[in-house]
C-alpha cells in the first residue's frame, strides 16, 4: 500500500520565490498533519486538518506561509515570499482520527527545502 | 520550558548494551504518548505507545509516570541497527495534536 507521498522531494529556491509543497494522504485518513523540521527547533506543528477543515494553525509562523485540503486527497503548503530561514525538512503526516488522539500519525518522506 | 524535554545525547554505547531514555511533559492535561524513532534523514516512525501501567515490545520497555509527568525507554541488548534518533511525544490540549521533544540521538558501536 503507498504511504503518505509528498513532493517535491527536494527543492532548492531562491529567497522571495514561492514554494508549493504537495502531500497525498494515505486513502481513507480523515487526518492530515503539516510539520516543519529543523535542527535548532526539531519537530513543530505548523497546521491540521480533520475531514479537510483546518482545525489548529496556531504553529503557521506567519502570513507567509498558508496550508489548504481542498479534498481528502490532496493539500498544499505555500510560503510566499519565501526566505532562507525557511530552509527546512517539511512533512506531511496523515492518521484516522477518532477522540482520543491515539491512532499512529504515519509521516511522508518529507520535502528538503533550501532557500538561497 | 518545553513541553516535551529530552535529554539530546549521544549515547555512545556498544553492541549488548542496556540504555535508557527519559522525558519529562509540561501539559498535566497530555492523554497519550508515544515514543517515536527517526533514522538520519528520514520521517520519524512510531515506535510504541506508552501506557500507564507500562508496557514491553520485545527488547523495549516504556513507561509512564502520570504523578511526575515522566516518560521512559529502555532498550535491551542493543544492537548496530537500534543506532536512530528518539522522540519522545505527547498529545496536546486538543486531541490529534502531536508534541514533539528534541529528540535522543543513540550510536550503537561495535
Known amino acids: 500500500d503507498a504511504g503518505v507521498i509528498q513532493s517535491p522531494r527536494h527543492e532548492v529556491t531562491e529567497m522571495g520565490q514561492e514554494v508549493t509543497l504537495r502531500c497525498k494522504p494515505i486513502s481513507g485518513h480523515n487526518s492530515l498533519f503539516w510539520y516543519r523540521q529543523t535542527m535548532m527547533r526539531g519537530l513543530e506543528l505548523l497546521i491540521y486538518?480533520?475531514?479537510?477543515?483546518?482545525?489548529?494553525d496556531s504553529g503557521m509562523p506567519e502570513d507567509r506561509f498558508s496550508a489548504k485540503m481542498p479534498n481528502a486527497s490532496f493539500s498544499t503548503l505555500k510560503i510566499q515570499p519565501s526566505e532562507p530561514r525557511d530552509s527546512a525538512v517539511y512533512f506531511c503526516?496523515?492518521?484516522?482520527?477518532?477522540?482520543?488522539?491515539?491512532?499512529?500519525?504515519?509521516f511522508g518522506p518529507g520535502t528538503r527545502l533550501l532557500v538561497l | 520550558r518545553k513541553e516535551v524535554e529530552q535529554d539530546p545525547g549521544p549515547f555512545n554505547v556498544p553492541e549488548g548494551a542496556t540504555v535508557a531514555f527519559n522525558c519529562t511533559y509540561s501539559?498535566?492535561?497530555?492523554?497519550?504518548f508515544f515514543w517515536y524513532r527517526q533514522d538520519c534523514r528520514k520521517e520519524p516512525k512510531l515506535l510504541m505507545s506508552?501506557?500507564?501501567s507500562g508496557n514491553e515490545d520485545g527488547r523495549f520497555t516504556a513507561q509512564l509516570n502520570r504523578a511526575s509527568q515522566y516518560i521512559s525507554l529502555l532498550i535491551r541488548d542493543s544492537k548496530l541497527s537500534d543506532s536512530a534518533t528518539y522522540l519522545c511525544?505527547?498529545?496536546?490540549?486538543?486531541?490529534?495534536?502531536?508534541?514533539f521533544g528534541q529528540g535522543t540521538e543513540l550510536s550503537v558501536k561495535p
Open positions: 506508552v501506557y500507564s
Open positions: 503526516a496523515s492518521s484516522s482520527q477518532g477522540a482520543g488522539g491515539r491512532e499512529t500519525q504515519y
Open positions: 511525544v505527547v498529545t496536546g490540549n486538543q486531541g490529534g495534536k502531536l508534541i
Open positions: 501539559n498535566s492535561a497530555s492523554q497519550s
Open positions: 486538518f480533520n475531514n479537510n477543515v483546518p482545525i489548529d
